[in-house]
């Protein structure tokens, strides 16, 4: 299973699967910090990537933000698109849920097959403040 598909189910595992799976993820990212720093046009936009996710796992929405700016901005400069895509629509549902006091929320049955990532909004009715 990929280090995202594992942020994908996080949500809805046990914590001590969390457990696991926070340390799984942080070897992970400490793996593409160092080939980023080697190289950063392979590996860089990635590497922010899973640092915005870890950092939205772990509810510090400010950092998610700027390393997903990051992770575009990368992509963009050294044209890895299959990233480009995959951060702006992380980033652009992360920024909504943090503004609108909603919820993002990625789930995957396991490998290969995809992950689903839904954003939840609170209703409000006419008129409210």
């Known amino acids: 299973m990929s280090r995202r598909q594992l942020a994908a189910c996080f949500e809805e595992a046990p ?6 799976w926070r340390e ?18 392979n590996f860089r936009a990635l590497e922010r990537l899973v640092f915005a996710e870890r950092a ?20 963009r400069e050294n044209g890895a698109t299959q990233y480009l895509g995959l951060a702006f629509g992380l980033h652009a ?13 990625l789930k995957s049955k396991g490998p290969g097959q995809g992950a689903v990532a839904t954003l939840e909004l609170p209703l409000t009715s006419a008129g409210a403040p």
Do not use: F
């Open 56 to 75: 939205r796992l772990d509810g510090r929405s400010e950092e998610a933000t700027r390393a997903y700016e990051e992770a575009i901005r990368v992509a």
């Open 24 to 41: 799984a993820i942080a070897r992970h990212h400490q793996q593409l910090a160092v080939w980023a720093e080697n190289c950063p046009e």
């Open 93 to 105: 549902s992360a920024l909504a849920a943090q503004m609108l006091k909603g919820q993002l929320t």
């Open 15 to 20: 914590p001590e699967q969390q457990r696991e």
